[in-house]
């Protein structure tokens, strides 16, 4: 099974930036597609974005952060990465990472095999 751990979270103000690291240990890196999902309080789990396995080369993103947020792959380092720019109040939720079998994973939980912790990401009015 693959391990995944973000980095990068933190309180930012709004129209400020942060990027998110997930770093991924225990299998090949490169053979998983990846995700992003996040959940706010009171809310369910909800897709961010996913990116096709080995490469990156396909990308999806829920419509609230489009043109907002990236998501990218560095398989040299196993390392998936969000980078968030002109964030707003409503992004504020616990993000997380994750790993599926399948080459462009889609938006659904249950596509995904491997989750990381989360990580803690408020925006301040």
């Known amino acids: 099974q693959v391990h995944l751990v973000e980095s990068g979270g933190g309180l930012v103000q709004a129209g400020g930036s942060l990027r998110l690291s997930c770093a991924a240990s225990g299998r090949l890196f490169s053979s998983y597609g990846m995700g992003w999902f996040r959940q706010a309080p009171g809310k369910e789990r909800e897709f961010v974005a996913s990116?096709?396995?080995?490469?990156?080369?396909?990308?999806y993103y829920t419509d609230s952060v489009k043109g907002r947020f990236t998501i990218s792959r560095d398989n040299a380092k196993d390392t998936l990465y969000l980078q968030m720019n002109s964030l707003k109040p409503e992004d504020s939720a616990v993000y997380y990472c994750a790993a599926s079998r399948k080459v462009v994973p889609d938006g659904r939980p249950s596509s995904y095999d491997a989750w990381g912790q989360g990580i803690q990401v408020t925006v301040s009015s």
């Open positions: 990116i096709s396995r080995p490469s990156g080369t396909t990308t």
